[in-house]
């Protein structure tokens, strides 16, 4: 059901963008917001960067190593979808159509490509998979319990299990506003990247599943951790050239090593 629902949003929002509907006002509120604190909406947004979000994701290759596999099996069907998106409608960006000194700029001025919103595709295909995870295992879960001891398990299924997508799908939605905010993104190209974005994660959920024993090896686990620590090289080298938002660059950095240092501490006490 929400496959059809993130189906019929983009197609919504497709049609917005072919019909030129305005959105110049919107996205000229949302934009406000970005004055009073530019640093904490810079450093939100990202979030929805792919090497960012799964750098500060590492500690969960310790704790739910499926839904960070989720992510990474999500990129390709999100990536692609983006790029294909981005070529056939080459559509401007606010810098592109408005004056500089009419909305507020943070960071680095960005130009053509503008639907749909690559960030928000990343953060909302976390959303995708974190919801598509906790379903799957609360399926499994219901489907081995008696009558009875199902509708306890139930109660329980409706509470915890399910704070984990909840902020998942806030933060991705908080990513998508921070697009408009930073003056990257108008309010359609958020729209549309949300709906891959969810359909990506879906996908990228199943192919989690669908293949744990190819993943779930002991070698398999490692070799995610040294991703992780590669990636956050490369977010180590931008804190030198990012001056906004680069608390969350550090984030990932601290994230991706101190996984693998309890990694390394876990090994070492089993052994």
């Not at 640093?39 to 969960?60: I, K, S």
Request: hydrophobic share 55%; with cysteine.
């Amino acid at each position: 059901m929400s496959a059809l629902v993130a189906g019929f949003g983009l197609l919504l929002a497709i049609i917005l963008q072919v019909t030129q509907v305005q959105q110049a006002t919107l996205f000229s509120a949302v934009n406000a917001m970005a004055v009073s604190n530019p640093q904490w909406w810079a450093g939100l947004t990202f979030l929805g960067d792919t090497a960012v979000t799964l750098c500060v994701m590492a500690p969960l290759l310790l704790m739910r190593p499926t839904i960070w596999v989720g992510v990474l099996a999500a990129i390709p069907a999100g990536g692609i979808t983006s790029l294909t998106l981005k070529w056939l409608f080459d559509a401007p960006r606010p810098a592109d159509l408005l004056a500089l000194s009419d909305f507020q700029v943070v960071g680095s001025v960005l130009r053509g490509h503008s639907f749909p919103s690559g960030h928000t595709i990343t953060a909302f295909a976390v959303a995708g998979v974190a919801w598509a995870c906790v379903w799957i295992a609360h399926t499994k879960n219901s489907s081995n319990l008696s009558p009875a001891n199902a509708v306890q398990a139930n109660l329980k299924l409706q509470v915890l299990p399910w704070l984990a997508p909840a902020f998942a799908f806030l933060f991705a939605f908080l990513v998508g506003v921070s697009r408009l905010a930073v003056g990257a993104h108008w309010p359609f190209d958020v729209l549309a990247g949300a709906c891959v974005g969810w359909l990506a994660g879906l996908h990228g959920a199943y192919i989690a599943h669908r293949w744990q024993t190819a993943w779930q090896t002991t070698k398999s686990i490692w070799l995610l951790h040294f991703l992780c620590c590669a990636l956050s090289l490369d977010l180590l080298h931008r804190t030198f050239e990012e001056p906004a938002g680069v608390y969350m660059l550090w984030l990932g950095v601290l994230s991706a090593w101190g996984a693998l240092v309890v990694k390394c501490f876990q090994t070492y006490r089993q052994r």
